[in-house]
């Protein structure tokens, strides 16, 4: 997708943003409340922000996750263990870099801070940090309105779950809290994009999930659409994983630990499979900074938690396009002197070497 600079403020597609943002900040907190289910938000996919010549991202986002409930069946839950309740504030920061039109690598750095609350009375609490994970994607094709390309995702555990000698021996055996599997997810994926119009766009990633310590591979899946304008960028998508066997049962110490966290299927759930819809809405405020605001509902499952999860964040955005000079030719009369050191038929428009964008892009139809 290319851009160029729009020289106006636009000053009414700023208002009507910032009301734009404004009601769903309100829909945002009024959402969320306690009564709110919610885990861990699903396969872990590339940012796909639109190639460009150079450009950095860095992007912070805040996480409202609650989990009371797992599917037994693709439309049936079972709520967990004395009707436990599962609350996790994830402060998620984003990096990525585009060093050229083909090529985008980045990061994302999560901490979480998780509690768990159930009818008992009984509590428990943790911070630490928690799946970390390091994307990359190559576009073989990129063409304006259509691009193809791969993507590889790993995820990486920064933090240890306890065994059951070290759960037995601690001052609540009956409590833990596990910010995850704690093993390593290796994906690879075919991603994939179409402008079906100006202002129309629309997605789809498949690939392959490698999981380790006996857990089953996972085919993950994302399918979105998308209005884009040079101010809001609102995607709906529906993504999720489909699991490959039934991978290894868990052993009697983890079956242990498990019911230690209320039998949650957010950790150490061997074949989980989930279909989840995802509005997500970027509001531009300049060509520098967002705002972004993600609701995720888990529409159907099976082994995995069923949800909803919140979540808000800022954007910045420093991008720089690559222009070459452009010649024009015209017609001189004949007698003109060659020889004075610049022919009047062979002219040059001067232009920078690069282009920033301090000023809001457009999209070029």
Known sequence: MNYKLSLDTRAASNAYGLGLFGLLCAIFFGLSSPTLKASQLGPILPTHHFPTDRSFHLAYRFHFINSSSNFLERLVTDPLTNNARLRIIRHELIPEFQPNRKLSFGARVVLDSLSMTADSGSWAGRTTLGDQAFFVEFRVLDEPGSSLGFA??????????????????????????????????????????????????????????????????????????????????????????????????????????????????????????????????????????????????????????????????????????????????????????????????????????????????????
């Not at 017609?331 to 301090?358: A, C, K, M, N, W």
């Open 152 to 365: 590889g995702v790993v995820k990486i555990p920064s933090y240890s779950n306890p065994t059951l000698l070290e759960l037995t021996e601690s001052s609540a055996p009956n409590n833990t809290l596990l910010p995850g599997d704690a093993q390593t997810d290796t994906t690879l994926l075919l991603t994939t994009e179409y402008w079906a119009g100006a202002n129309l766009r629309l997605r789809a990633d498949a690939g392959l999930t490698k999981r380790l310590d006996g857990y089953a591979s996972e085919l993950p899946y994302n399918l979105s659409i998308g209005v884009v304008n040079p101010k809001m960028d609102f995607e709906l998508r529906l993504r999720g994983n489909f699991s490959l066997g039934k991978g290894e049962s868990n052993d009697t110490d983890t079956e242990t630990i498990r019911e230690a966290f209320s039998n949650s299927d957010y950790a150490y759930s061997p074949s989980p499979w989930v279909m989840v819809i995802e509005p997500n809405v970027e509001l531009w405020l300049s060509a520098k900074t967002a705002v972004s605001l993600q609701y995720s509902y888990s529409v159907m499952g099976k082994n995995s938690p069923s949800y909803h999860a919140m979540s808000a964040g800022l954007i910045y955005r420093w991008a720089e396009t690559h222009n070459s000079p452009r010649k024009t030719f015209k017609e001189v009369p004949i007698y003109t002197d060659q020889e004075s050191g610049r022919f009047e038929g062979d002219s040059t428009t001067p232009q920078s070497e690069s282009l920033y964008l301090d000023e809001d892009p457009v999209f070029e139809k």
